[in-house]
């Protein structure tokens, strides 16, 4: 089974900074994706970033466009995710996850109904 650990999140201040990292382990292929989506209070939980392991592409939700920069690491026993997100705002408020999808289509997708596998969430606060 594929399992994914998030960490990093915490408490900031607007304009500032946090890396959120996600380890995950029990990747069966090298044809998958990572992702994060966030729940932000009174919300329903969206994608807000994903990558494509084969080629390193990436895909952004508009409002984190040029604030948000995914990285990872590793192979398929353990790979480490990065979310690197700068200029933070009050309204990235939210519990963060990762989450995979191996095979499956080809394309990049923020579609939560996609991903099969998930990390407990980890929470960023950004204070105003």
């Known amino acids: 089974d594929v399992q994914l650990q998030a960490c990093g999140g915490g408490l900031v201040q607007a304009g500032g900074s946090l890396r959120l990292s996600c380890v995950v382990t029990?990747?069966?292929?090298?044809?998958?994706?990572i992702a994060w989506f966030r729940r932000a209070p009174g919300k329903f939980r969206e994608g807000i970033a994903c990558?494509?392991?084969?080629?390193?592409?990436?895909?952004?939700l508009d409002s984190v466009k040029g604030r948000f920069a995914m990285s990872m690491s590793g192979d398929t026993v353990k790979k480490t995710v990065h979310l690197q997100m700068d200029n933070l705002e009050p309204e990235d408020t939210a519990v963060h996850y990762c989450?995979?999808?191996?095979?499956?289509?080809?394309?990049?997708?923020?579609?939560?109904?996609?991903?099969?596998?998930w990390g407990q969430g980890t929470v960023v606060t950004v204070s105003s």
């Open positions: 989450a995979a999808r191996v095979g499956g289509s080809e394309y990049k997708s923020l579609r939560e109904y996609e991903y099969r596998s």
């Open positions: 029990g990747l069966t292929s090298d044809e998958h994706f």
């Open positions: 990558m494509k392991n084969m080629d390193k592409s990436t895909l952004y």
